[in-house]
């Protein structure tokens, strides 16, 4: 079975099973659901995975959270589900959610083309800036490459310090072919968003995502690294390659706005949770971001979708989850994923899935959170 790229990464010795603690009480007793526990403990154990934890939060009872294996595999520290790690792509739904609060409160038009935001930035090699809206940038249908993909074959030692600037980034996506398809998923599309933001409100993009999400949200471990290769505070190590090079020291600018953010799964669900809710956008602009359009279904499966920043996917018990994946280069992965009925998943592991199998039981156990009785 081909495995949808896009549900865990892009973008892209066993451990020993850690105890299973509760990181937070809940506001009244909260249990596990049913095989989650399982599931993390197969994802380190059987698909010897370094580490992988878990924040469910049920709004029946309030928030569960567990880990199983390693958070560093030199010092042998337990995985926590209260470290920080880089959250890749979800990045993007912070910054999507920055673009339509700016479009509600008549800032910027989501119908407006680029063009009319960066004259002349986009032109050339078959690329016209005057044919893509700030909503195809949000809807990845803006026909433009991933700046990512000139990156695959660079040298690793020189992509882990490399320190790049969004106009870098997007001159290196114009030169690329032509994506094929209507719908094709881009980073590019998010460093060009970042550049929308920063024109009509005269500040960088990072700064009025914070100013506009993460400071009001209170999500104080949330941060924008910038070009710092460090991780402030706790943090679990990251790992990719199957010799388990350790990423975590990584320049992730080459993500920006579209994939650079250092979070917790705490943080990442208040925000979901504040987005859906409705504390963000108004009712239209939240509309705005759920009207979601089919992918590519090697990116998203073959009922996947995806609006403005928010990714749809089914479930097992009926229903389609709503929220996002990131993945950065260094192994961490993630999934942050809102049920029909309010319950919410984010789910980490600290190491690239060498395996399709792997991708599977990690899919499977975001399943196994939000369906579970």
Same mark, same amino acid.
């Given at each position: 079975?081909?495995?949808?790229?896009?549900? @865990?990464? #892009? !973008?892209?010795?066993?451990?020993?099973?850690?105890?299973?603690?509760?990181?937070?009480?809940?506001?009244?007793?909260?249990?596990?659901?049913?095989?989650?526990?399982?599931? #993390?403990?197969?994802?380190?154990?059987?698909?010897?995975?370094?580490?992988?934890?878990?924040?469910?939060?049920?709004?029946?009872?309030?928030?569960?959270?567990?880990?199983?294996?390693?958070?560093?595999?030199?010092?042998?520290?337990?995985?926590?589900?209260?470290?920080?790690?880089?959250?890749?792509?979800?990045?993007?739904?912070?910054?999507?959610?920055?673009?339509?609060?700016?479009?509600?409160?008549?800032? !910027?038009?989501?119908?407006?083309? *680029?063009? =009319?935001? @960066?004259?002349?930035?986009?032109?050339?090699?078959?690329?016209?800036?005057?044919?893509?809206?700030?909503?195809?940038?949000?809807?990845?249908?803006? +026909?433009?490459?991933?700046?990512?993909?000139?990156?695959?074959?660079? $040298?690793?030692?020189?992509?882990?310090?490399?320190?790049?600037?969004?106009?870098?980034?997007?001159?290196?996506?114009?030169?690329?072919?032509?994506?094929?398809?209507?719908?094709?998923?881009?980073?590019?599309?998010?460093?060009?968003?970042?550049?929308?933001?920063?024109?009509?409100?005269?500040?960088?993009?990072?700064?009025?995502?914070?100013?506009?999400?993460?400071?009001? @949200?209170?999500?104080?471990?949330?941060?924008?690294?910038?070009?710092?290769?460090?991780?402030?505070?706790?943090?679990?190590?990251?790992?990719?390659?199957?010799?388990?090079?350790?990423?975590?020291?990584?320049?992730?600018?080459?993500?920006? *706005?579209?994939?650079?953010?250092?979070?917790?799964?705490? =943080?990442?669900?208040?925000?979901?949770?504040? #987005? #859906?809710?409705?504390?963000?956008?108004?009712?239209?602009?939240?509309?705005?971001?759920?009207?979601?359009?089919?992918? $590519?279904?090697?990116? !998203?499966?073959?009922?996947?979708?995806?609006?403005?920043?928010? *990714?749809?996917?089914?479930?097992?018990?009926? +229903?389609?989850?709503?929220?996002?994946?990131?993945?950065?280069?260094?192994?961490?992965?993630? @999934?942050?994923?809102?049920?029909?009925?309010?319950?919410?998943?984010?789910?980490?592991?600290?190491?690239?899935?060498?395996? $399709?199998?792997?991708?599977?039981?990690?899919?499977?156990? *975001?399943?196994?959170?939000?369906?579970?009785?």
């Amino acid at each position: 079975m081909k495995i949808p790229a896009l549900l @865990l990464a #892009l !973008l892209a010795g066993v451990a020993v099973a850690a105890p299973h603690p509760t990181a937070h009480a809940a506001t009244r007793d909260c249990e596990a659901p049913p095989g989650l526990q399982h599931a #993390l403990d197969e994802l380190t154990g059987r698909h010897q995975l370094a580490g992988a934890a878990v924040e469910v939060v049920d709004p029946a009872c309030g928030p569960w959270a567990s880990a199983a294996g390693k958070a560093d595999l030199r010092t042998g520290r337990p995985m926590n589900a209260e470290d920080r790690l880089r959250i890749g792509s979800i990045t993007k739904t912070f910054t999507a959610a920055t673009v339509v609060q700016l479009a509600d409160r008549g800032r !910027l038009s989501l119908d407006a083309t *680029v063009e =009319d935001y @960066l004259p002349g930035l986009v032109q050339g090699n078959g690329y016209d800036g005057r044919d893509i809206t700030v909503r195809q940038l949000l809807q990845h249908t803006s +026909g433009l490459p991933d700046h990512g993909d000139s990156l695959a074959d660079a $040298d690793i030692d020189w992509l882990r310090h490399h320190q790049s600037t969004p106009r870098e980034l997007v001159k290196r996506a114009l030169k690329l072919p032509p994506p094929k398809g209507t719908w094709h998923y881009s980073t590019t599309n998010y460093i060009l968003a970042g550049m929308v933001i920063e024109k009509v409100t005269g500040r960088p993009a990072e700064k009025e995502i914070s100013r506009r999400i993460i400071k009001p @949200l209170k999500l104080r471990d949330t941060y924008w690294p910038g070009n710092s290769e460090h991780i402030r505070g706790r943090h679990s190590r990251s790992y990719f390659t199957t010799e388990r090079v350790d990423g975590t020291e990584w320049n992730t600018s080459a993500g920006g *706005v579209g994939g650079a953010l250092i979070s917790t799964p705490r =943080d990442v669900n208040k925000f979901f949770a504040a #987005l #859906l809710n409705g504390r963000l956008l108004s009712g239209r602009g939240l509309a705005e971001m759920r009207n979601t359009i089919p992918g $590519d279904p090697d990116r !998203l499966g073959p009922d996947g979708r995806y609006g403005l920043g928010l *990714v749809t996917s089914p479930l097992s018990c009926g +229903g389609h989850w709503t929220g996002h994946t990131g993945s950065v280069r260094g192994g961490h992965n993630n @999934l942050a994923a809102v049920a029909p009925d309010g319950r919410q998943v984010t789910l980490v592991i600290n190491e690239a899935p060498p395996t $399709d199998a792997s991708t599977t039981a990690f899919l499977a156990a *975001v399943d196994t959170a939000l369906c579970a009785d």
